[in-house]
């Protein structure tokens, strides 16, 4: 069975491709089109665009995730797959033209920009089931319980794939996919370890990653990265509307505007904080 390693940028994940070897190593890139966002750097953005064979302006996580990938790749000697789906853009664009944003109850951004595309480039690449290892530490035993019950009984997680057409409708087809392992739960792996292993390594890591208006951040982190990021964070305001909201109780304009009662530091914050994208 083929073992893939599925990265996210940051360093848990890139910890397992430097000391879990595996046949294929996979990354999705989310992608924005404001140009107000653009990544700075233009050769590097045609290289992204050779990888991903797509247009490319920005992302919508860190900048910083784009070289995180590209000095990985260098430091464990073996190519990096790059995917990507849809733009933001374009998935918040709904049933008959409407435009939601996704939210805690309805997370179709994971699955539209990261699941997705990983499960087709599975499809193209591979097609047939896997061993993904997924970058969940020791202390994260209940994020791969929640993960593990949503297998079948075999172990596998299953996938459906496009593969025909019925009429002018999609064909969907349901494949076993995927088996997830967790190393560094088996290996008793937690962050001081992951800290201390890249604290003298060539590989570059945003302060944290995921997309920086990630709705599972708390409103004073987003408050944080609309000083560091004012422009993608705009971004992410401009998508809401008056019926559809990021969060709930406030919108990110709202949250821009805030003036929080003391100097926000980075030391206020750790990846608990972060959110995640539910992978």
């Given at each position: 069975?083929?073992?893939?390693?599925?990265?996210?940028?940051?360093?848990?994940?890139?910890?397992?491709?430097?000391?879990?070897?595996?046949?294929?190593?996979?990354?999705?890139?989310?992608?924005?089109?404001?140009?107000?966002?653009?990544?700075?750097?233009?050769?590097?953005?045609?290289?992204?665009?050779?990888?991903?064979?797509?247009?490319?302006?920005?992302?919508?996580?860190?900048?910083?995730?784009?070289?995180?990938?590209?000095?990985?790749?260098?430091?464990?000697?073996?190519?990096?797959?790059?995917?990507?789906?849809?733009?933001?853009?374009?998935?918040?664009?709904?049933?008959?033209?409407?435009?939601?944003?996704?939210?805690?109850?309805?997370r179709f951004c994971t699955i539209e920009m990261k699941l997705e595309p990983i499960v087709?480039?599975?499809?193209?690449?591979?097609?047939e089931p896997i061993e993904e290892r997924i970058g969940f530490r020791a202390n994260e035993?209940?994020?791969?319980?929640?993960?593990?019950?949503?297998?079948?009984?075999?172990?596998?997680?299953?996938?459906?794939?496009?593969?025909?057409?019925?009429?002018?409708?999609?064909?969907?087809?349901?494949?076993?996919?995927?088996?997830?392992?967790?190393?560094?739960?088996?290996?008793?792996?937690?962050?001081?370890?992951?800290?201390?292993?890249?604290?003298?390594?060539?590989?570059?890591?945003?302060?944290?990653?995921?997309?920086?208006?990630?709705?599972?951040?708390?409103?004073?982190?987003?408050?944080?990265?609309?000083?560091?990021?004012?422009?993608?964070?705009?971004?992410?305001?401009?998508?809401?509307?008056?019926?559809?909201?990021?969060?709930?109780?406030?919108?990110?304009?709202?949250?821009?505007?805030?003036?929080?009662?003391?100097?926000?530091?980075?030391?206020?914050?750790?990846?608990?904080?972060?959110?995640?994208?539910?992978?």
């Amino acid at each position: 069975m083929k073992t893939v390693n599925s990265l996210s940028g940051g360093k848990t994940s890139s910890y397992i491709a430097a000391n879990y070897p595996a046949d294929y190593n996979v990354f999705a890139l989310v992608r924005i089109e404001d140009e107000k966002c653009k990544f700075p750097d233009k050769k590097i953005r045609q290289e992204v665009e050779d990888r991903i064979q797509a247009p490319f302006i920005a992302t919508a996580e860190d900048d910083m995730i784009i070289y995180t990938m590209l000095d990985l790749e260098q430091y464990i000697g073996q190519k990096i797959d790059w995917v990507t789906g849809k733009t933001f853009d374009k998935i918040l664009i709904r049933s008959e033209g409407k435009r939601y944003v996704p939210n805690v109850m309805q997370r179709f951004c994971t699955i539209e920009m990261k699941l997705e595309p990983i499960v087709k480039w599975w499809w193209n690449n591979i097609k047939e089931p896997i061993e993904e290892r997924i970058g969940f530490r020791a202390n994260e035993m209940r994020r791969a319980k929640s993960m593990l019950e949503r297998c079948k009984e075999d172990g596998f997680m299953y996938s459906k794939v496009i593969t025909g057409k019925i009429g002018s409708r999609n064909k969907w087809t349901e494949f076993k996919h995927r088996k997830p392992v967790f190393p560094l739960i088996e290996d008793g792996i937690f962050k001081d370890k992951v800290e201390e292993f890249w604290r003298d390594k060539p590989v570059r890591f945003a302060w944290m990653n995921n997309c920086v208006g990630c709705f599972h951040r708390s409103a004073t982190l987003l408050k944080k990265m609309s000083e560091k990021h004012p422009d993608k964070l705009q971004w992410f305001a401009n998508q809401e509307t008056n019926k559809s909201q990021f969060k709930k109780e406030m919108t990110y304009k709202d949250i821009i505007s805030w003036n929080p009662q003391q100097e926000l530091f980075e030391d206020d914050f750790n990846e608990c904080d972060s959110g995640y994208c539910g992978l």
